[in-house]
């Protein structure tokens, strides 16, 4: 009897995936001792834990835990600690919906700064879609257009990791060795340490999405 392939799980050996989505209602007013309430309450029921198998687990009294997930009393570093510990969460997991400030940048559409590159003279249209400041200044994001056919194309070499997705047109584009044609909806996911850039524009006007993500030590340009 043959099993049906779509009910076989496969271990592919990757990581569990991240949990991405906010599960229930976070707390409003920004209060750290509600933020710190709702998420303890909230990863402990997540985990199928009772107030009392958490308390033994993380070695503080039932009364204590209470209180915390009650936000009736304000927790040390240290229970702070044994707390994501015992849930097996990162400690900053522990603070999310307290009111801090985020930054975000919205661009409208064609309204981004235009960045002048090595391929501009040879009508290359490079339009930034928005930075962050300071730490989170990794990411950049730059919708390129060519428009004009040309021989002479710009090659790159960088830190990080570049993927392009392509929207209009069609192109053959390097990166170190190899050469990848690219046509609408087609993505390209490279190693920026290696030479890249477009070697045959087949049909203009071409347009991609390139997404540069900078190591963390790197101070992107």
Request: hydrophobic share 40%; aromatic share 4%; proline share 5%.
């Amino acid at each position: 009897m043959r099993a049906d392939a779509s009910n076989i799980v496969r271990d592919t050996g990757d990581p569990a995936p991240v949990q991405r989505e906010v599960v229930g209602d976070p707390p409003t007013g920004g209060d750290l001792e509600a933020a710190i309430a709702h998420q303890v309450r909230l990863l402990r029921r997540n985990a199928g834990l009772s107030v009392a198998e958490m308390a033994t687990k993380v070695g503080i009294s039932k009364a204590m835990l209470s209180k915390i997930e009650n936000a009736q009393t304000s927790c040390s570093l240290s229970t702070l600690a044994r707390l994501a510990a015992g849930l097996d969460v990162p400690v900053t997991s522990l603070f999310r919906g307290a009111d801090v400030e985020r930054e975000a940048v919205y661009t409208e559409s064609g309204k981004g700064a235009v960045i002048v590159g090595r391929g501009t003279r040879v009508g290359h249209h490079y339009e930034l879609l928005g930075a962050l400041r300071g730490q989170h200044k990794r990411l950049e994001p730059v919708l390129v257009t060519l428009a004009d056919d040309s021989e002479v194309f710009p090659r790159f070499q960088h830190p990080g990791t570049e993927l392009l997705y392509m929207l209009e047109g069609v192109m053959v584009y390097g990166h170190g060795n190899a050469e990848y044609t690219l046509r609408p909806g087609d993505c390209l996911l490279l190693d920026g340490e290696g030479i890249h850039g477009p070697h045959d524009l087949v049909r203009l006007p071409i347009r991609f999405l390139a997404v540069t993500a900078y190591p963390d030590n790197h101070e992107a340009e």
